[in-house]
């Protein structure tokens, strides 16, 4: 609040002086002071007009409808939201039509009109992928963050009126955005061969596509001390170069689709069908997909033979506190009654996530679990979920349990060759003295898999040996240490013995 405040005093220039006017009105109402955030605004409004800014009066009425929703005037919000829309007029600034589109579903479904909240949403879902296909790789991991309760909120009105085929759409849209967040922490390299560099081009093309929209919409996704109070081109000038840039961005594109088929899987993804992910399961199969919302948490059953979507009763804040509690009691070094402290909520998970499956009867005769996270999903050992009340009962006891970051990432991968009877294992422990389990790990494993298993230990699970031997072969274990970057993905890192 503090900061914003100092924005909005400082600008000298109509234009930042708006924008600093939006995020003080957010930073108020934020803080209680719905009266203060108002006046803000109407003061902004002026700004604005005076400035002829279609767009910044659409962000600012957006503003204003959040806070008469917020203080409960609905009707007023929905009018003002609507009117967000009408300014807008259908340009084409998803930064600032997803928000309209998902303030206003809010409101339609206080007000109790479900079919029309979901059509905002699906617009909003809509212009937020527009908008992400124009962010920079390095900027799309944070442009997405805090917007998936927006496919959430969709996803759990499909589960509402048992929508499976359109809950599941929704969750693999989202998980394919996040893929490419994924990629956001550096540029992905290019395949051997590749004479006109399409992977560089369109990376470059998205960075200035992103840069000039910033310029010419001044999106509210960067903070005020970081816009220019004035630019070198006109509105005009910028407009031209952004479509020059957006049609040259579209014939890259048709050359990645015809000439690299797995990056362009990766740019534009295409989500699969219920019926594809099941014509790959077999019958002791089945594939769970977890979508976790505010409130309540979707999960897509699919079987070789059937599909259905819950709704489990157990939103994100209690899901995480479950998560990190189970997590931390687990790697508590456990004495006296500090034995049993994990237990617990491993049986809650497992009653919250697993037992509304197995009360519809989905898991009768199934053998192997494929489960597709979400959020902090992630971080939970579904393994170690205990499935009985009196004893210490394992689900792993009871499946075979695998982990996939999307149906349509499973289906890739599942295209892949299968591995050949008897395939050769790697197995590495290189802190064999530091985590003396590992040694008999891989040493146990080597016995289980593989005719001619390579097996190294210590000093010789070197990086550089790794490397030369994992490519042939079909089953890698790795019983190390590891760290995973939360907010940069490709920054994680596993630990090898020194050397190369």
Same mark, same amino acid.
């Given at each position: +609040?503090?900061?914003?405040?100092?924005?909005?005093?400082?600008?000298?220039?109509?234009?930042?002086?708006?924008?600093?006017?939006?995020?003080?009105?957010?930073?108020?109402?934020?803080?209680?002071?719905?009266?203060?955030?108002?006046?803000?605004?109407?003061?902004?409004?002026?700004?604005?007009?005076?400035?002829?800014?279609?767009?910044?009066?659409?962000?600012?009425?957006?503003?204003?409808?959040?806070?008469?929703?917020?203080?409960?005037?609905?009707?007023?919000?929905?009018?003002?939201?609507?009117?967000?829309?009408?300014?807008?007029?259908?340009?084409?600034?998803?930064?600032?039509?997803?928000?309209?589109?998902?303030?206003?579903?809010?409101?339609?479904?206080?007000?109790?009109?479900?079919?029309?909240?979901?059509?905002?949403?699906?617009?909003?879902?809509?212009?937020?992928?527009?908008?992400?296909?124009?962010?920079?790789?390095?900027?799309?991991?944070?442009?997405?963050?805090?917007?998936?309760?927006?496919?959430?909120?969709?996803?759990?009105?499909?589960?509402?009126?048992?929508?499976?085929?359109?809950?599941?759409?929704?969750?693999?849209?989202?998980?394919?955005?996040?893929?490419?967040?994924?990629?956001?922490?550096?540029?992905?390299?290019?395949?051997?061969?590749?004479?006109?560099?399409?992977?560089?081009?369109?990376?470059?093309?998205?960075?200035?596509?992103?840069?000039?929209?910033?310029?010419?919409?001044?999106?509210?996704?960067?903070?005020?001390?970081?816009?220019?109070?004035?630019?070198?081109?006109?509105?005009?000038?910028?407009?031209?170069?952004?479509?020059?840039?957006?049609?040259?961005?579209?014939?890259?594109?048709?050359?990645?689709?015809?000439?690299?088929?797995?990056?362009?899987?990766?740019?534009?993804?295409?989500?699969?069908?219920?019926?594809?992910?099941?014509?790959?399961?077999?019958?002791?199969?089945?594939?769970?997909?977890?979508?976790?919302?505010?409130?309540?948490?979707?999960?897509?059953?699919?079987?070789?033979?059937?599909?259905?979507? +819950?709704?489990?009763?157990?939103?994100?804040?209690?899901?995480?506190?479950?998560?990190?509690?189970?997590?931390?009691?687990?790697?508590?070094?456990?004495?006296?009654?500090?034995?049993?402290?994990?237990?617990?909520?491993?049986?809650?998970?497992?009653?919250?996530?697993?037992?509304?499956?197995?009360?519809?009867?989905?898991?009768?005769?199934?053998?192997?679990?494929?489960?597709?996270?979400?959020?902090?999903?992630?971080?939970?050992?579904?393994?170690?979920?205990?499935?009985?009340?009196?004893?210490?009962?394992?689900?792993?006891?009871?499946?075979?349990?695998?982990?996939?970051?999307?149906?349509?990432?499973? +289906?890739? +991968?599942?295209?892949?060759?299968?591995?050949?009877?008897?395939?050769?294992?790697?197995?590495?422990?290189?802190?064999?003295?530091?985590?003396?389990?590992?040694?008999?790990?891989?040493?146990?494993?080597?016995?289980?898999?593989?005719?001619?298993?390579?097996?190294?230990?210590?000093?010789?699970?070197?990086?550089?040996?790794?490397?030369?031997?994992?490519?042939?072969?079909?089953?890698?274990?790795?019983?190390?240490?590891?760290?995973?970057?939360?907010?940069?993905?490709?920054?994680?890192?596993?630990?090898?013995?020194?050397?190369?």
């Amino acid at each position: +609040l503090s900061r914003a405040r100092e924005e909005f005093n400082s600008a000298g220039h109509l234009r930042p002086r708006a924008i600093a006017g939006l995020y003080l009105a957010f930073a108020l109402n934020q803080s209680g002071d719905v009266d203060a955030a108002r006046t803000v605004l109407r003061e902004s409004m002026q700004e604005a007009e005076a400035l002829d800014d279609p767009v910044m009066s659409a962000a600012l009425l957006g503003m204003q409808a959040d806070i008469e929703s917020r203080a409960g005037m609905l009707t007023a919000s929905d009018s003002l939201y609507r009117r967000a829309l009408a300014v807008l007029n259908d340009r084409d600034v998803p930064e600032v039509s997803w928000r309209l589109h998902a303030g206003r579903a809010e409101v339609l479904a206080a007000r109790g009109r479900p079919a029309a909240a979901e059509a905002e949403l699906e617009l909003a879902v809509a212009a937020i992928e527009a908008a992400a296909a124009g962010a920079a790789f390095h900027r799309r991991g944070s442009f997405l963050l805090d917007k998936w309760q927006v496919y959430a909120r969709l996803a759990a009105m499909q589960a509402a009126r048992d929508d499976t085929p359109g809950a599941f759409d929704t969750s693999e849209r989202l998980r394919a955005g996040r893929t490419l967040a994924t990629l956001a922490g550096g540029r992905t390299g290019q395949p051997p061969g590749d004479s006109s560099q399409l992977r560089a081009r369109e990376q470059d093309l998205r960075r200035s596509m992103a840069d000039l929209s910033a310029r010419l919409y001044a999106t509210a996704d960067l903070p005020p001390s970081l816009r220019e109070p004035a630019v070198a081109l006109s509105a005009a000038d910028l407009e031209s170069e952004l479509h020059r840039i957006q049609a040259e961005y579209g014939q890259v594109l048709e050359l990645i689709r015809q000439a690299d088929t797995e990056y362009a899987e990766l740019v534009t993804p295409e989500t699969p069908s219920l019926e594809l992910v099941a014509a790959r399961l077999a019958p002791d199969e089945i594939f769970v997909e977890y979508l976790v919302g505010e409130i309540s948490t979707v999960a897509v059953v699919i079987t070789a033979n059937a599909s259905d979507v +819950l709704t489990l009763d157990i939103g994100r804040e209690r899901l995480a506190d479950l998560v990190f509690f189970a997590r931390d009691a687990i790697e508590r070094e456990r004495t006296g009654s500090d034995a049993d402290l994990w237990a617990a909520p491993l049986r809650r998970l497992y009653a919250e996530l697993i037992g509304p499956i197995v009360g519809a009867g989905w898991l009768a005769g199934k053998t192997r679990l494929v489960v597709a996270p979400h959020a902090e999903l992630h971080y939970l050992p579904f393994q170690a979920l205990i499935t009985d009340r009196e004893r210490l009962s394992f689900l792993v006891e009871d499946l075979a349990i695998a982990y996939a970051p999307s149906a349509s990432v499973w +289906l890739r +991968l599942a295209d892949r060759s299968r591995s050949r009877e008897g395939a050769e294992l790697l197995a590495l422990a290189p802190r064999s003295e530091d985590l003396p389990g590992s040694d008999y790990e891989v040493r146990a494993i080597t016995n289980l898999l593989g005719q001619d298993p390579t097996l190294l230990v210590g000093r010789d699970a070197t990086e550089q040996a790794f490397r030369q031997a994992a490519g042939n072969s079909d089953v890698l274990h790795l019983a190390t240490y590891g760290s995973m970057n939360r907010q940069t993905p490709l920054f994680s890192w596993l630990d090898f013995a020194p050397g190369g």
